[in-house]
């Protein structure tokens, strides 16, 4: 029943920006974490962003500290992730994931705290 749905995925020239969403649905409860992961053409799948619920603490890979930002709705179900200043390597196929109901603590920055994924939406920056 669980379904998470991202949008806002295209192509743009590095130092654009682009606005990724994800639309949850079928949690009974927000879940404890709600993030962002990326896997780039011969690369492994990394987190790029994660947020907790309630307090909304975040953690954000190096590679896009001061540049992204994540942030989340949890009246409307949804999480977001604001892109800033990309880069070439920032191309990949982006996917919203979040947590299963045994996950209440942690800060959301690991692939074993996440269940729950998305179909996924391609990020393309180039010249």
């Known amino acids: 029943q669980v379904q998470l749905v991202e949008s806002g995925g295209g192509s743009v020239q590095p130092g654009g920006s682009l606005r990724l969403s994800c639309a949850a649905s079928?949690?009974?409860?927000?879940?404890?974490?709600m993030g962002w992961f990326r896997q780039a053409a011969g690369k492994q799948r990394e987190v790029v962003a994660g947020i907790v619920s309630g307090a909304g603490s975040t953690y954000y890979h190096d590679s896009v500290k001061g540049r992204f930002t994540i942030s989340r709705d949890n009246a409307q179900n949804t999480l977001y992730l604001q892109m800033n200043s990309l880069k070439p390597e920032d191309t990949a196929m982006y996917y919203c994931?979040?947590?299963?109901?045994?996950?209440?603590?942690?800060?959301?920055?690991?692939?074993?705290?996440?269940?729950?994924w998305g179909q996924g939406t391609q990020v393309t920056v180039s010249s």
């Open positions: 994931a979040a947590s299963p109901d045994h996950i209440w603590t942690g800060t959301c920055s690991r692939g074993y705290e996440y269940d729950y």
């Open positions: 079928g949690f009974t409860d927000s879940p404890y974490c």
